[in-house]
């Protein structure tokens, strides 16, 4: 899921490229909660830490959605003095 939300910020100047790998990002989330869910049926995970990591992970697609929505927000580039870093 982080992989994906990096590649979409580096890929933030084309908006379809930048909300596919957010769309991927989500896709992902979406997955590892099911696989979440069937780890706590079977009793590999306690119910109380499944809970846990599928809200992080419903946490996880607001932020990949609200990302998506506010494209036009985001910069195309990136300068040092953004980010602050020393040469």
Do not use: H
Not at 16 to 36: C, G, H, P, R
């Amino acid at each position: 899921m982080c992989s994906n939300i990096g590649e979409a910020w580096r890929k933030r100047r084309y908006e379809a490229a930048f909300v596919s790998k957010l769309n991927d990002a989500e896709a992902e989330a979406a997955e590892t909660q099911t696989w979440i869910r069937f780890a706590v049926e079977c009793n590999y995970v306690a119910a109380d830490v499944g809970s846990k990591k599928i809200g992080f992970g419903f946490s996880f697609i607001k932020v990949a959605i609200v990302f998506i929505a506010s494209f036009d927000t985001f910069p195309s580039t990136t300068t040092k003095e953004a980010f602050s870093i020393a040469d």
